[in-house]
């Protein structure tokens, strides 16, 4: 296991090296001296001066390649001129409510998604079958931002002064303000450093935070706010999990041993959640895995359509802003945390599957 | 299968002349016996009869304001609710079927003219990342060494990225429009026919028959187009089916947000971009575009799921 763990990850870092290298010619691409495309208005020649000696933009291209991976390990994205303070925190402030949202979204697509897919597979060609496929495949045909705009229109403007009321923006009601829960419980880390930044990461994320603070009505007002956007947001995984697990369960259920467990007498929820699903789990794993990914994407639209200020809405604004430096960091951290999820992935995949370690 | 086999031979008993049963046949008739397949068959076929008479069938010019329509009779008000004759709208008003966007423009018509653009849009690019994604997994697939290497280990990085987000970050770069926008989906989805291409030939490079072509003397491109690649036909097709569906969903989403079509175009994702502050008040303006688009996806899913289970000859026909 061991062995193999290390191979896998030694198999990632070219492919870490690649995304650098991407994101960085991509950042050379900007039509335009690279000052001004970044800094903007704000590009004087003495700022130029001073950002192309920074930065090395006047050494030979492997050398400001080098430069580059230096600023990305030290976590140094440069300054957004837009918000005018460093994108590294801007990323901190952030990416909390965006994983918060991924989050909901990915717990939301797992609990409807892999029921579904069980009980279609067990009533194969039933009516909750066909109306289980039936939404699968029209949910991964809409666009989340239409949904997401629709189910707005429908609970906070149809079902207005109803019990299903949901408010279509934001992430709490106006009024509301949160207590770090490092301050309620008296911790006081220094600023700028590591413990402070992750106890920092964590409370900005509300429901956690709420909770770590015994705060119930804010987790309350948290929750009615994210139901709408993870909705919205779970709906292509939801409906690849209900797909992939009714075709795993399918699969292993028409197998001997399955035929023998009945033979035995067994009840039909032992088969089903013992035998056949432990069994199923495993193409599962890679699907949700997977699905991460696809949810960091249509986060950016969830965000937009539902006015929460994470990593996707900052980066639509940077992009109407042309604030080049802010879509080139996110992309590299998204594209890294992609290449540790399927990491983590393929070594629990392993983990479960004892055949692909030892092949 | 068995029951064609079961086919020919019955008529091969009876003496009767046997007639070639070609893989496009046996396709189509493996396709239609599935219902989800017809009706992303029968969806597809309006919205391509749609696109190409959109000319006929739009009542206004899809880009023209009504203000600068000639004798225009009806009053002309902003993000105006569909007005349709039968259900009550006054008859001296003109009919508006899907009613007027904000810059007073059909609804309808524009939504008419958007079936163009969404259906090329997906075969552009598609279109665009099978050509690339061909060309290199074949090298990759027949070289093999270095080459297969550096290409594959491209397209890992590639697939590295969330695929939207990939495509944003290419757009902001080589600046919005439609044509960067395709071209930036066209990339991302290179890696996905790339790899495609790259296992069928990796399947039957060192089969007998691509042998006996290297020893009559055949020479590289000859063995690879005329033997090799046919065999990455049907992966392919079936690829590219769901790969529109996903092509159109990501172009539509770059419109959205600003990042492909632009104004005046009438471009589903952009039309929904321009009014969605207005959800509340003109829920029409967003409404029917995003259902003309996940009819346009869905039928490319359905079809596409269609042909995989025709053209997958791992997957059983037990119906």
């Known amino acids: 296991m061991t062995t193999y763990i290390l191979r896998r990850i030694l198999l990632s870092i070219p492919v870490l ?37 920074r930065h090395g933009l006047d050494k030979s291209i492997p050398v400001q390649f ?15 001129f837009r918000f005018s303070k460093p994108v590294t925190d801007l990323l901190i402030e952030r990416l909390p409510i965006t994983v918060e949202l991924s989050i909901a979204a990915l717990f939301l697509s797992i609990i409807i998604g892999i029921p579904l897919g069980v009980i279609s597979a067990v009533r194969h060609n039933s009516w909750v079958d066909v109306l289980t496929m039936l939404w699968a495949n029209i949910g991964v045909s809409m666009p989340v931002f239409w949904l997401g705009l629709m189910l707005a229109y429908v609970f906070a403007l149809a079902l207005k002064d109803t019990p299903f009321q949901l408010p279509p923006s934001g992430r709490l009601s106006p009024g509301l303000i949160t207590v770090p829960f490092y301050e309620v419980w008296n911790l006081h880390p220094t600023q700028g450093t590591v413990v402070f930044t992750i106890l920092d990461f964590i409370g900005r994320m509300n429901i956690l935070n709420g909770i770590l603070t015994s705060d119930f009505a804010l987790v309350k007002d948290a929750v009615t706010h994210l139901i709408l956007p993870a909705f919205a947001l779970s709906t292509i995984p939801m ?61 950016v639209l969830t965000e937009t359509v539902f006015n929460l200020s994470g990593v996707g809405r900052i980066l639509y604004d940077a992009i109407t802003a042309r604030d080049y430096g802010i879509v080139q960091a996110f992309t590299v951290v998204i594209a890294i945390f992609f290449v540790i999820l399927n990491l983590v992935v393929d070594i629990s995949y392993a983990y479960l599957d004892p055949r692909i370690r030892l092949s | 299968m068995s029951q064609d086999i079961q086919a020919i031979a019955k008529l091969d ?68 609710p569909p007005c349709i004759h039968i259900f009550g709208c006054p008859r001296d008003q003109p009919q508006h079927i899907l009613g007027l966007d904000g810059n007073i423009r059909d609804e309808f018509s524009r939504l008419l003219y958007g079936s163009r653009l969404s259906l090329t849009i997906g075969l552009a690019t ?12 074949a090298l990759s697939g027949y070289l093999g060494g270095w080459v297969d290497n550096t290409i594959m280990r491209v397209m890992d990085v590639l697939l590295a990225f969330p695929s939207l987000l990939l495509a944003i970050a290419i757009v902001s770069v080589l600046g919005p429009g439609l044509i960067n926008a395709l071209l930036a989906i066209g990339i ?98 967003v409404f029917f575009p995003g259902v003309a688009i996940a009819l346009t996806v869905l039928s490319f899913n359905l079809l596409g799921d269609g042909l995989r289970d025709a053209l997958d000859p791992r997957l059983a026909h037990a119906s």
């Open chain 1, 66 to 80: 080098g430069y580059y991976v230096n600023e990305v390990a030290h976590g140094d994205f440069g300054r957004s």
């Open chain 2, 13 to 80: 008993a009876e003496g009767l002349s046997l007639q070639s049963v070609s893989l496009w046949n046996v396709t189509m008739r493996r396709v239609l016996r599935r219902k989800s397949a017809i009706v992303g068959m029968i969806i597809l076929g309006v919205l391509i009869f749609v696109a190409l008479t959109a000319q006929w069938l739009a009542p206004y010019d899809p880009v023209k304001s009504m203000l600068d329509v000639k004798n225009y009779s009806g009053t002309v008000q902003k993000r105006l």
């Open chain 2, 126 to 137: 598609v279109s665009f990342a099978i050509v690339i994604g061909t060309v290199l997994g």
């Open chain 1, 17 to 53: 090296f690649g995304i650098l290298f991407a994101t960085f010619a991509l950042g050379r691409l900007i039509p335009g001296d690279p000052c001004h495309a970044i800094l903007g208005e704000k590009a004087t020649d003495v700022v130029c001066d001073e950002f192309i000696r």
């Open chain 1, 239 to 299: 409906a690849l999990i209900a797909r992939m697990s009714r075709s795993a369960m399918l699969e292993v259920l028409g197998q001997d041993y399955i035929r023998t467990a009945r033979a035995k007498g067994l009840r039909q929820r032992v088969v089903v959640m013992k035998h056949a699903f432990r069994n199923a789990l495993l193409p599962l794993v890679t699907v949700i895995g997977l699905s991460l990914g696809s949810l960091l994407g249509g986060a």
């Open chain 2, 188 to 285: 991302v989805s290179i890696p996905t026919y790339a790899r495609v291409v790259r296992a069928s030939v990796l399947s039957v490079r060192e089969m007998d028959f691509v042998s006996a072509s290297r020893a009559l003397g055949g020479d590289m491109t000859q063995i690879l187009f005329r033997r090799i690649l046919p065999n990455a036909l049907t992966p392919l097709i079936v690829q590219g089916t769901l790969g529109i569906a996903t092509a159109i969903l990501d172009a539509a989403a770059l419109s959205f947000l600003g990042l492909g079509a632009q104004p005046p175009t009438p471009e589903w994702g952009a039309m929904l971009g321009a009014e969605r502050n207005q959800v509340f008040t003109a829920p029409h303006l």
